[in-house]
């Protein structure tokens, strides 16, 4: 595979990843309404279905820079990398409830300020909370560098088995038991797997794949083991709830999730390697600049798109799921789109900054890290 394949190939994932988190925060207080109905039946599916996007970017920067050599350097790593996402999570972090506070009675400006001060240990908005484990994951970047550097195929592969059986299917299992028998599969928490536990196991799956060639890999078989785990996942989530816990912790710890995420990536990658219109690919490669700056501002656009569509839009049902999402996602891209023309303001925002000599093509589609 040339560069220039794998460069649009995660241009291609990126774009469609950040399409399915928008999905899920405009679709959630669908999956809450007509409970039971085949709207909210079929909702709920794709709101489940789309879960596969958090570990999608997480695998995406596994491949990117844990290919890369400059995240061996500690010195580029602070400088550069750990900067361009920690500045704009900063600026959010106070726009957002800012912004809430000043069009709304939701928050206070005390509770503003209060948890302004407690941004090391929760976000101002629950939107950010991806924002955590990615900082950390940067930070780590240079030690998992040099582990996977040193370590064979079938070390990684090791890794990331402990981490699936230790982080996902035993819990998983354990959730599925009568409730006497739930602690039998539970690990004590003095024999935690920390060190290749969370999104890390996802990380090092994006640098694994990129490593492999998948071409020979079935895409009908890669299909079916998506929908196959999404459907039995979706089920699952609704004969046990508990599945889903407050703090996301269940993109790990559900078995369901990280199987329909490894497929789903090997498969995007696969079809993203065979898109050759140039029109498709431009499209793409405009679109995945903004992707980190549309995450970031997206939900506050749903804050206030969500209720006066429920105000003044009649139509109701999967339409006005489809019609809220369309209208949040191009706003969000307007918006974005914008931002990035404004020196400074562009990378305090979305952590990006337009260079004056245009560089290659190839390049320009790359996302940024």
Not at 95 to 124: A, D, E, G, M
């Amino acid at each position: 595979m040339n560069k220039k394949q794998r460069i649009f190939y995660l241009d291609f994932i990126r774009v469609i990843a950040i399409l399915l988190v928008i999905f899920i925060h405009v679709s959630t207080i669908d999956t809450t309404k007509h409970i039971g109905t085949t709207d909210w039946q079929i909702v709920k599916m794709l709101n489940y279905f789309a879960h596969i996007s958090v570990p999608i970017f997480f695998m995406i920067s596994g491949s990117l820079m844990l290919n890369s050599p400059k995240t061996l350097s500690l010195k580029y790593t602070w400088e550069k990398r750990i900067p361009r996402v920690t500045i704009p999570f900063i600026m959010w972090s106070i726009i957002i409830p800012t912004v809430v506070n000043l069009t709304s009675n939701v928050i206070t400006t005390n509770q503003v300020w209060h948890r302004l001060q407690l941004i090391l240990y929760q976000p101002t908005s629950p939107i950010l909370w991806f924002m955590y484990p990615l900082i950390g994951i940067y930070i780590l970047s240079p030690i998992i560098k040099t582990f996977v550097d040193n370590a064979s195929t079938r070390m990684l592969l090791y890794v990331t088995s402990v981490w699936l059986i230790t982080c996902s299917l035993l819990p998983s299992i354990s959730v599925m038991m009568p409730k006497e028998y739930k602690h039998v599969f539970q690990l004590s928490p003095v024999a935690n797997f920390l060190l290749i536990g969370g999104f890390v196991g996802y990380y090092i799956l994006g640098y694994i794949i990129s490593q492999l060639n998948v071409k020979d890999v079935s895409a009908f078989a890669l299909l079916v083991l998506f929908i196959g785990m999404a459907t039995f996942g979706n089920f699952f989530s609704e004969s046990v709830p508990q599945t889903f816990d407050a703090n996301n912790s269940y993109y790990v710890t559900s078995i369901f999730i990280p199987i329909m995420s490894i497929s789903a990536y090997i498969l995007l990658q696969k079809w993203g390697t065979r898109i050759k219109s140039k029109f498709t690919i431009g499209i793409f490669e405009f679109l995945a600049p903004l992707v980190f700056g549309i995450y970031l501002i997206h939900n506050l656009i749903v804050f206030f798109i969500e209720p006066w569509f429920m105000k003044n839009v009649a139509v109701t049902g999967i339409a006005a799921t489809f019609l809220r999402y369309f209208v949040v996602l191009i706003i969000a891209i307007i918006i974005i789109w914008i931002l990035s023309w404004i020196p400074g303001i562009n990378y305090l925002l979305t952590g990006n900054s337009r260079k004056k000599n245009k560089e290659p093509k190839k390049t320009r589609s790359a996302p940024k890290h």
